[in-house]
């Protein structure tokens, strides 16, 4: 069964975490001078968000269809997020095994894997607060 | 690898098909993929050589008129690409062929993208991004390094914007590999050094990457065997037809290990010096390959032993005069651990291969420049499966000390 029943649960939590990343100085600084803007294409249910550092000053994060150009885009099973925010995905793996789709310069992207690892710790709480249960996709 | 039950995916659809004077028969392989044109990439030095000759005469035999397209440069760029594309799609070629090095092997993969798909080839840059199948591809290696016949990925040169475009797929594997150690004959000393040494790097970093798996690891360890017993001999006597055939296979098996298992600081670290100096990449691999295997001693320590008691247990010191690969039962991990590093000395001092960046011709490294090369190479993707953790103060040293 899918962690998320619904695109609008999926996107809140998304969202919610990553609106908690953005406060916590350490990784939001290094994510804006990437001046990176990111989109997260999810599947089962569909989801779709983007994070935009763009101006080297802001992080934005909007959810849903924007009409935006990202620089890089993400596809993957909504599950898989689930599982990559638990810590639980080796993202090289799942990239050598098909289960992420990476448009754009990937390396970037994964150069700031080690910058939001602290995240994997606010995960498990985001979810608490929509009543959800970390372990549910074990 | 680091336990049987991590799950693993081990891929590759292209047929293999090794053996003395078969680029004569490839007509025949172009029939049996329904080609009728065939787009030939490869380059100047290679027509010069007279190294397609063989593959040539046997398409104008057949009747399939080959498009010869000889103008790739060495570490291809995109404006090459596009040429070649735009010349295949005049001249309706159906199949590609590459006879060449990882140069040209590249270059015919991302005409290939370019041939099956509408648009700038920059929107296709990516890891699993391209959608659907692409023309039928023969992929012929005239160095033993790259693996690039059969791996899945492809890196362009994006001279406008800087950057080298990294392209990753599985429908970038080729339909046949096609091995033909003749080809390679008149591969002169230093690159056959050189690009043997990429193919080295390629077995101890995948052998020791975070997605190793037991497959990778069989390929990886006797493609080593091969590597360190016919490298030598390949580079003094370059007519030698089983050393090259041996070093030509190892390349091959090499490629399989790491395309399904990833490689690591070295190659993130020659990649970036690459980039920003042009300098070879087999060369740059050779000279960092000690300072990586050094680095990654802490984590590895027991592969690495595993490595050289599998290499020494083989017997190429019987050949070969490697006073590090005397098989000593004795050794504990750590001092086996290190007798593989002073192998890789060794054998670069019989290949007759430079030991420092110096001698590859980069200028003085300044500080900054060292510290740009570090940041830089810390977002190759490569270092993702290093199997320890990097910093960029590890590379700044392993920068400073391999200058
Ligand atoms: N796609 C992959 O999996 C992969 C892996 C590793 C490296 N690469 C790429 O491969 C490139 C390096 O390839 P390479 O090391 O094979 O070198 P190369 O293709 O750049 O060739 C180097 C030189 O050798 C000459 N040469 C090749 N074969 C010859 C022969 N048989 N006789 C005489 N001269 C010959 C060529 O004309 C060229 O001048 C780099 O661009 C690197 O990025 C790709
Ligand atoms: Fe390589």
Not at chain 1, 42 to 71: F, H, Q, V, W
Not at chain 2, 11 to 25: R, Y
Not at chain 2, 341 to 364: Q, W
Request: aromatic fraction near 6%; include cysteine.
């Amino acid at each position: 069964m899918a962690v998320f029943s619904s695109t609008e649960e999926l996107q809140d939590v998304m969202s919610l975490l990553w609106h908690e990343i953005k406060e916590s100085p350490d990784m939001a600084n290094k994510l804006i001078q990437s001046k990176l803007i990111v989109q997260f294409r999810y599947r089962e249910p569909e989801g779709l968000l983007t994070i935009d550092c763009s101006d080297a000053e802001t992080m934005k994060i909007y959810t849903g269809p924007i009409n935006i150009k990202p620089m890089i885009e993400m596809s993957m099973k909504a599950d898989i997020a689930h599982e990559f925010w638990l810590g639980k995905v080796n993202v090289p793996m799942a990239l050598m095994m098909g289960k992420i789709v990476s448009r754009g310069p990937t390396p970037k992207a994964l150069a700031l894997l080690p910058v939001i690892k602290p995240a994997y710790a606010i995960y498990p709480g985001v979810l608490e607060g929509k009543g959800k249960n970390a372990q549910m996709a074990g | 690898m680091t336990s049987f039950t991590q799950a693993f995916k081990f891929q590759n659809p292209t047929i293999i098909n090794f053996g003395l004077d078969t680029a004569s028969g490839i007509a025949d392989l172009v029939a049996e993929l329904g080609g009728s044109k065939a787009l030939v990439v490869t380059d100047q030095g290679l027509v010069d050589h007279k190294i397609v000759n063989p593959a040539i005469q046997s398409l104008e035999e057949s009747g399939c008129k080959p498009v010869v397209f000889s103008d790739v440069p060495p570490d291809s760029d995109l404006q090459c690409v596009e040429r070649a594309i735009e010349y295949a799609k005049r001249e309706g070629c159906d199949v590609v062929i590459a006879i060449g090095g990882g140069s040209v092997i590249d270059t015919a993969k991302a005409v290939n993208i370019g041939l099956c798909n509408e648009g700038d080839l920059r929107d296709f840059e990516g890891i699993n991004c391209l959608t659907h199948r692409l023309k039928p591809m023969i992929l012929v290696p005239t160095t033993a390094g790259t693996g690039s016949e059969v791996s899945a990925v492809a890196m362009i040169r994006d001279k406008e914007n800087g950057k080298k475009l990294l392209y990753g797929s599985r429908f970038l594997f080729a339909d046949i590999a096609l091995l033909d150690p003749r080809l390679l004959v008149s591969l002169p000393p230093h690159l056959t050094a050189a690009t043997g040494l990429d193919a080295v790097t390629h077995c101890l970093e995948s052998f020791v990457s975070t997605t190793a798996n037991a497959v990778s690891d069989s390929l990886a360890l006797e493609a080593g065997i091969l590597l360190f017993a016919n490298l030598p001999r390949a580079t003094s006597c370059g007519d030698d037809l089983e050393a090259r055939s041996s070093t030509l296979l190892a390349s091959c098996m090499a490629g399989l290990a790491f395309t399904n298992a990833g490689v690591g600081v070295v190659h993130a670290l020659a990649h970036t010096i690459g980039g920003k100096y042009g300098t070879h990449h087999g060369l740059t691999n050779a000279v960092l390959l000690p300072f990586g295997l050094r680095l990654n001693m802490s984590t590895t320590e027991k592969l690495y032993a595993r490595f050289w008691r599998h290499l020494a247990g083989s017997g190429v010191s019987r050949d070969m005069p490697y006073t590090s690969l005397v098989y000593d039962p004795s050794l504990n991990d750590e001092q086996a651990a290190l007798a593989l590093v002073v192998a890789v000395e060794e054998l670069l001092k019989l290949c007759g291969l430079p030991r420092s960046l110096r001698e590859l011709g980069i200028p003085e490294l300044t500080d900054e420049v060292v510290m740009e090369l570090a940041e830089v190479a810390m977002t190759d993707p490569a270092i993702m499966f290093n199997p320890g953790e990097v910093t960029v103060e590890n590379l700044v040293d392993i920068l400073r000390e391999a200058f």
